[in-house]
């Protein structure tokens, strides 16, 4: 009776293990490169408004993370950690692992809280015992010039293509059904009565709702939802055309694929892990790009992972999945025309279309323009030359008087 009871047991165990395999034996055995892109964690309005009457309550500044916001991407930090445990050293290496933010202190910021969970100090990494905490690089570039992740930055031809989209009928008929609410809002915030403006009111809004503010009367459930449509509305159309997908969330897929490619065609290489930290924006311009939006915004520390594998018949396949809470499994999903264990070349020939490998070129960006820190170091080069130019003239002035004085 006991054999038989435990033969049972074995039998369920067996099923449950093949139905739910062990993340850490995949990671271990068919793991090869991970990329993540994440949202930064809680923070402040992005802006006051007009009429707005708690425009000091944001003691840390508008646009800056949270406490909340810092426990979230700690959080998301413990987890990754966990999922690739095995994969990845216990200690940072700079070979194995890059990260890289927008050059804002938000999601700077919460690189660095993430990273706090992603590498708990052991015992050899620690440096203060009242420090449980070490120092992991961030890579970043100012904004205006990161035309990887900030969607922001700068492209003339794509604002070129936003603005007639603006004036497209188009345009007008997505926001056509809000015009009411646009013009409450408009009037009882004192903003300008544009998607622009209304939306960032409702940014306010949220924010303010998410840390126990009360808001004004007519800020009412039934306004907060249809400000919350139009604002997926804006966000997609910043990206609305595949055109201006090509020039946003076009060049990071194409970072992606590259660094993938780079993995498929040299094994060896050590770079194992890839994170990025930066906004919803980016985060839409990606899963446009791969035609994977729902319609729903990130939320907070929300998390997009793509995975590179190897199979035991030697074959690459990639898997995508979404991590849409602190608290929740990831979601896996699959693209439009593949299985979601997506074979490399099927991913290779489904995302070729939408990716911008030399973007300052399909920008429009003039190929002489300089970003502002080669242009100091160009400028501090050719100061330098004029000193050592000045000192040589003045050494060979006096040496010249010296010999003359010399002679006489």
Partial sequence: MV?????????????????????????????RLVHVLYRHGDRSP??????????????????????????????????????????????????????????????????????????????????NPDILWQPIPVHTVPRMDDNLLYMESNCPKYMKLYENFQKSKKFKELINDYKDVITLVSDKSGATGDIESVTSVYDNLFCKRAHNFSLPSWASDDIMLKLKAL?????????????????????????????MNLKVTEPETLRKFIMYSAHDSTMIALFMSLNLFNDILPPYASCLII?????????????????????????????????QKCLWNQFVRLTEESLTANIELECELPQDSLSSATLITVVFAIFFLIIVAIATMCFRHRKRESYKRIQV
Avoid at 324 to 337: D, F, I, K, R, Y
């Fill in 46 to 127: 992005i802006s006051d408004y007009p009429n707005d009457n708690l425009t000091n309550a944001w003691p840390k500044g508008l646009g800056q993370l949270t406490k909340v916001g810092m426990q979230q991407q700690y959080e998301l930090g413990k987890y990754l950690r966990k999922r690739y445990d095995g994969f990845l050293n216990t200690s940072f290496n700079a070979e194995e692992i890059l990260v890289r933010s927008t050059d804002k202190d938000r999601t700077l910021m919460s690189a660095y809280s993430n990273l706090a969970g992603f590498f708990y100090p052991s015992s050899q990494d620690i440096w």
């Fill in 307 to 339: 995975e590179l594998h190897k199979s035991e018949e030697n074959s690459y396949f990639v898997q995508i999945f979404y991590k849409n809470s602190t608290s929740a499994e990831p979601v896996p999903l699959t693209m439009s025309g593949c299985e």
């Fill in 231 to 259: 604002e997926i509305i804006k966000m997609k159309n910043y990206f609305y055309t595949p055109s201006m997908q090509l020039l946003k969330g076009g060049h990071l897929l194409w970072d992606i694929v590259e660094n």
């Fill in 3 to 31: 054999s038989s009871d435990v033969g049972s047991i074995l039998t369920i165990l067996a099923i449950i293990s093949t139905i739910c395999p062990a993340s850490t034996e995949q990671t271990s055995s068919t793991l």
